[in-house]
């Protein structure tokens, strides 16, 4: 539920439980898409270095066995706990079943103390290969299979989805390449898209 006290002027809000949005406050989508093929998209790179902000994560404290008694509240934590709680294989594992290339140990030699170079978190894996592979400039092979199967799932899901109605279907909106139709071509036709300072 948003908050309508909050004061549009105030700062970014101190935690991540979220607060209503300032009308100043919009996603910049030149900060994850390339409009303007002459003007590069200024985002973060993806690697495996976390915001401070999630290493104290709002939510339950409760105790967890053989943890501290004040709960879990790094993302990172949280990430482990659930890759060994829900037996979730590795991102080398993934990798193999994919046919994709596996990280060598040495690419991931930080890890290497804590018996992880050879079986990483695929969370921690996802990142690491967006690092090593891609400049951390996009997601790397495992990861972007992922996320496309994912949304391919869900369209294949929705009785609705174009993959369902018409598998033949092409975008018919105004795109900046013909023939060739983007995200980017998406947002601005949405009108989300707001000039870069």
């Known amino acids: 539920m948003f908050d309508d006290s ?18 100043r406050r919009f996603i910049d989508w030149q900060t994850f898409f390339k409009f303007n093929p002459d003007i590069s998209a200024p985002n973060k790179k993806i690697d495996t270095k976390l915001s401070s902000p999630l290493m104290l994560l709002p939510g339950s404290r409760g105790a967890a066995s053989g943890l501290p008694t004040d709960g879990i509240q790094s993302l990172a934590s949280r990430n482990l706990m659930r890759h060994v709680n829900f037996g979730v294989p590795s991102g080398q594992a993934i990798a193999r079943v994919m046919g994709i290339q596996v990280l060598t140990p040495e690419q991931l030699a930080e890890l290497a103390p804590f018996g992880m170079d050879r079986s990483t978190p695929l969370w921690y894996y996802v990142l690491k290969e967006a690092e090593v592979l891609e400049n951390g400039l996009r997601l790397g092979p495992v990861g972007n299979r992922i996320v496309g199967e994912v949304f391919i799932g869900i369209l294949k899901a929705d009785k609705d989805s174009y993959l369902v109605v ?20 998406l947002l601005t036709f949405a009108g989300v898209v707001h000039p870069m300072n």
Request: charged share 35%.
């Open 6 to 23: 909050v004061d549009p002027n105030d700062p970014a809000p101190k935690d991540l439980r979220g607060v209503k949005r300032a009308p």
């Open 166 to 185: 018409d598998k033949n279907w092409k975008p018919t909106l105004p795109s900046a390449k013909a023939g060739d139709f983007e995200i980017t071509d």
